[in-house]
Structure formats: C-alpha cells, structure tokens
C-alpha cells in the first residue's frame, strides 16, 4: 500500500496501482495542464505517452471508485455533466497477448484474439461492477437477470463446463456478479489451455466459445447500462499499455474504434506512440483523425521554467508534500539550489548583460544573458576545477525530460538517504543540495550503465551489438555536447539535442540504433522545419536524465545540431573520432539553429 506520509515520492508501476486507496488516487491527481478535459471526452481516443509520463494514473483516476469520490457520491455522479463508467483493462499481464497467437492461422487467429479481448474486458467489467459501486446500489434481480443475459451471449453448449465451474464456486442467484466473473475467468483459461497446446500439435482444434464485437461485446455494454438504469451514459473501455498487444489485436482495437458507437462504447487507448504499430483495422482499410478517434499526446518535450510541465510538476510534488508529513511549503523550499553557484551564477549575468551593453550584441538583453550565463558558469566552474551541482528544483524539472516518473523517482531516493541518516520525516525541511546531486548523479549513472546490463541479459546477439553501439552513440553525443558547451566561443553553447540532415536509409544499422534509442527512452523524436527548406528533419532530444553524467546543461533549447548519416555511424564505433569529425567540419556555427527562429 502506497504511504505518503513516509515518503511521499512514492511511485507505482501501473501493474500495482491496484493495490493504491482510491481516495490517495484522487487526493493525488492533478488535473491542470494534463489535458485530462480533452482526455475524458466521449470520443475514442488515444492517450500517447512514454513510460513514466502518467497515463496509468490517469485512466486509474477515470474508474467508478475515484470518479464517486471526487463527485461526492454515486447519485452525485450520475448527476454531473457527461458521466461516465471507465473499465480499466491493462494489456500488460501476459494474459491477452499470448504469443502463441501468432501461430494461429489468420482466420482462426482473428477470431480468438478478438475472444481473447472481450473475455479480459468483460472480467474486468464485472469486476468493477461488484467491487466499486456501494453494495446496496445495484438491485439483486437487476444483477441476476444481467448475469443471465450476459451468459447467454454465448453459445450454450459451448460454454457448459464453465458454467458448472462457477456453479461450483458461486450461486448464481446469490452471488450474479462473481458467478459471471467466474464464467469469463474460467472461459479464458479455456482459451489459454487450447493456446498453449498448439505449438506441440498440427491438430488442435479450439472447440469453446467465440465472441464478437456485435455479437458479444457491444450488447455486454448495453446490458450494463442497462443494470445501471443509465441508457445514456457510455461505457468507456481503458485500455492501458496497449503497446503489449499484438499486431493482430491492435487490429480488432482499431475495428472496434471504427464502429464509431461512441454513445455505449467508448474506447480510450493508453501507448507510447512509436510502438503502436498500427491503426489498420480488420479488413475495413485504416482509421483516421479526426473522424474515427481523438489523439491526446501527455509527453513533453519543453521543460522552460514557464512551460505547462513545469507548473504541473510543482502542483504534484506540492499535494504530495501536503499529504506528507514534511514541513517544507513548497517543493521549491524542499530542493533547494546550491548557494555558492547561485551567488556566483549572479555575477556572471552582471558580466554578461555588460557585454551586451559594451559590445552590442544583438538580440534582447534578456535572450543574450539567458543564452550565455548559464554557460558561462559551466565554464567558470571548470577552470576552478569545481563540479557542477544540479540541485534544486528547477535543474530536476528539467532532468526529468518532461517525465513526472524521472522527477518523482529520485525525490523518493533522496527523502530515503536522509531517512538512512537518521533524519525523521517530520524534521526534513529540505534536501541538501549534496545529497541532491548525490542522488542524481547516481540516478543519470544507472540509465547509462545499470540500464543497459539489465536489458543485455534478455537480448539475442544481434541485438546487443545494438545496443553496444546505441551506448556509445549515447557517449559520442555527451561528449560533443560537453565541448560544446564548454567552448568560450561557441554561438549555440547549450544544446542536447540534433537534427539529421537527410533521410536515413530504412535498412541502415543507425536507423536501427535510433529506434532502438526511442525504446529504451534515450531519445525523444520530434520534426523541425529544415533550415534549407523543403520539409522537415528528424529531430532527437537526449534524455536529459544523463546531464549529470556528461556534465552538460540539462536547461537549454535554444538550438541543435546537424548531423549526417555518415556522422552518426562514426558515432556508433568511435566517440573521439566522432566529435573530433562533427568540430572540425564546423559543424558547432554552421550546422545549428536557433530554435526562436
């Protein structure tokens, strides 16, 4: 059970949100700058985002249990504008996406996957009708004849050994709910046991119960609304990491979304967007925006002290001190920044702003100093030979790379060193910045070492020559960026991020790479309009979890830098060579941007 008055940075995965008080999910939840009102429309929709970035917490927050406590009531709820029920399914447990799917003929294997699926969602609908709604609230016979119906759905020769298996465990008329919960569940291990007999035999033949989308799920839902006594009020189908789902199912997904029922389903689909892998349906062609469904994007790429990321960390990290028993006030009086930099990051604005003045610089005053100071201290530290510190709360902000998960995780660890040292929850007033940059240092060490060890253990040879090679990518670009960053000279000092030049060839190792870099979140791509025109260019942001570890300012977005292929492959094999080619084509004044332009 999650405790925040122990630690009030505690993180769940989405696996163990179920396991987290309804009422800690809705004290928790913040709704500004989450586009949650875009979110819990009555429209398909889907929700990209990538690991870490709230999505769970969000869909969570859309089931009955939260929805009635924020609304004060059941009644209270149905009253509101624009109710809802949202069924929260995760596709990440292993019990949707059997691989042993693939095996299946197309035919056969359309059909069973679409089974598959609404015997998961129907469980979970069950289950929440019987575990979240007030025990006195559906009417006894409304429960019976609804598990009537709904076994009927069926054929019912095909499902009479799972009817008297839940017959064994509950009576129907007593119990309707977890009598019918059972049915599914034992309606799923049916389809299981036949899955996991067809990689041994060429002549298994499934034998139990199908379900469609018309045939099955569509009037499941109506049925539900039915129980509920709200014809009017949709059903909406959370589905949560679809991206564990296979092709095919992804497929079905799409089918359903294309039926446009929006009024009794509605289907809402959590994913990180690159590994969605299609939006064709089953033979109806391809789903489209914006007629078909919604897109509702919750990654951020701009952490600025004034962007909506920013306001939205500080509003999480404030409720959960509030509910904690820290005294701080604020999340900005808990992480504190390093005094000594401070006072020194003053005086190097005052000479910046005096160049501009004595100099005249172009641009405004403000821009100038904003360009320059900060790297400037990054300099000035260096030839103390002092290391740079990234305490406080604005350099986490950023670190964190518009994932609340990279913010919440090390604030966790840092409240757990103090705890280690025998500082009570209630006399932590702040973090230090020591162990602040302790902490975080550690945190940015552990995506570029401790990550990848953990992930070569599962890979097959070809792919861990990948990952070798993204790694040392990864450390090619961390050290362009700290010499960089570290040139006096340099226009576009505080860059982490590059775009390329021209289209990389589709079967090159480096496309490889890069995606493999999306995956594991080393990179966020977006576009940017090509300086010489025509279109746009890929552009990769590094995930700025690493600064620490390379040195590099976490803070700026003011420009990038051009690569080529070719560049990039010498990146792979050789950081030395790399940066020592990428400088001396000058790549540091001709090749960046300016991202105001």
């Not at 006195?136 to 429960?143: A, C």
């Not at 992930?455 to 990948?466: I, N, V, W």
């Not at 620490?548 to 010498?570: H, M, V």
Request: glycine share 4%.
């Amino acid at each position: 059970m999650i405790n925040i008055s122990e630690n009030p940075f505690t993180v769940h995965s989405p696996d163990a949100l179920d396991q987290v008080p309804p009422e800690t999910i809705v004290n928790l939840f913040v709704e500004k700058h989450t586009r949650f009102s875009a979110i819990n429309q009555q429209k398909h929709s889907f929700l990209w985002g990538s690991r870490g970035s709230g999505k769970s917490f969000i869909l969570r927050y859309m089931e009955p249990q939260c929805q009635f406590i924020e609304a004060g009531g059941v009644e209270e709820f149905f009253d509101t504008n624009d109710p809802y029920i949202g069924i929260y399914t995760p596709c990440s447990k292993g019990e949707i996406d059997k691989e042993e799917l693939t095996l299946l003929s197309d035919a056969e294997g359309r059909v069973i996957t679409e089974h598959l699926l609404n015997l998961s969602i129907a469980e979970e609908v069950t289950s929440a009708l019987s575990t979240q709604f007030p025990s006195d609230y559906l009417n006894q016979d409304d429960k019976e004849e609804f598990a009537k119906r709904a076994a009927n759905l069926f054929d019912t020769a095909s499902i009479a050994a799972s009817k008297n298996r839940a017959d064994d465990y509950y009576n129907r008329s007593d119990s309707p709910l977890k009598w019918l919960n059972r049915l599914f569940e034992e309606e799923k291990r049916r389809v299981t046991h036949y899955l996991n007999k067809v990689p041994f035999t060429d002549d298994a033949r499934y034998k139990g119960a199908t379900s469609g989308y018309h045939d099955f799920l569509l009037p499941l839902i109506s049925n539900v609304q039915k129980l509920l006594r709200q014809p009017n009020v949709p059903i909406y189908i959370l589905l949560d990491d679809a991206f564990h789902l296979t092709k095919r199912q992804q497929q079905v997904v799409n089918t359903w979304i294309a039926n446009r029922d929006q009024g009794t389903i509605c289907v809402k689909v959590s994913s990180s967007k690159e590994r969605y892998e299609t939006f064709n349906t089953v033979g109806r062609g391809r789903i489209e925006i914006p007629h078909d469904y919604t897109e509702v994007s919750i990654d951020e790429i701009y952490t600025r002290n004034d962007s909506n990321y920013a306001q939205k960390v500080s509003e999480i990290a404030n409720k959960r001190l509030e509910l904690s028993d820290i005294p701080a006030d604020s999340i900005e009086d808990f992480l504190p920044k390093n005094e000594f930099e401070q006072e020194l990051l003053e005086e190097i604005k005052k000479q910046v702003e005096r160049e501009w003045e004595e100099k005249g610089q172009p641009g405004e005053r403000s821009d100038f100093i904003n360009r320059y100071a900060s790297a400037r201290l990054f300099q000035e530290l260096a030839n103390r030979k002092n290391r740079k510190s990234y305490a406080g709360f604005e350099n986490l902000v950023h670190i964190s790379s518009g994932r609340i998960r990279y913010f919440l995780d090390p604030c966790f660890l840092m409240v757990e060193e103090l705890k280690s040292n025998g500082v009570d929850i209630e006399e932590m007033e702040e973090i230090p910045p020591n162990i602040q940059d302790k902490i975080l240092r550690e945190y940015s060490r552990d995506l570029l070492i401790g990550e990848p060890e953990k992930m070569k253990k599962d890979l097959k040879p070809e792919r861990r020559s990948q990952l070798d090679k993204l790694i040392t990518l990864i450390k090619s670009l961390g050290q362009l960026f700290y010499n960089r960053l570290h040139d006096e000279d340099s226009r576009e000092p505080r860059i982490f991020s590059f775009t390329v030049r021209e289209e990389i060839d589709e079967d090159s190792e480096v496309k490889s790479v890069l995606e493999l870099g999306r995956t594991m979140q080393y990179f966020q791509k977006d576009t940017y309009s090509s300086k010489d025109g025509g279109g746009r260019e890929d552009w990769y942001i590094l995930n700025r979890r690493l600064a620490p570890q390379f040195k590099i300012d976490p803070s700026g977005f003011q420009g990038r830098i051009r690569l080529t292929q070719r560049q990039l492959e010498e990146g792979c094999n050789d950081p030395q060579e790399f940066v020592r080619r990428v400088l001396g084509d000058d790549e540091r004044q001709s090749g960046l941007e300016d991202f105001n332009q």
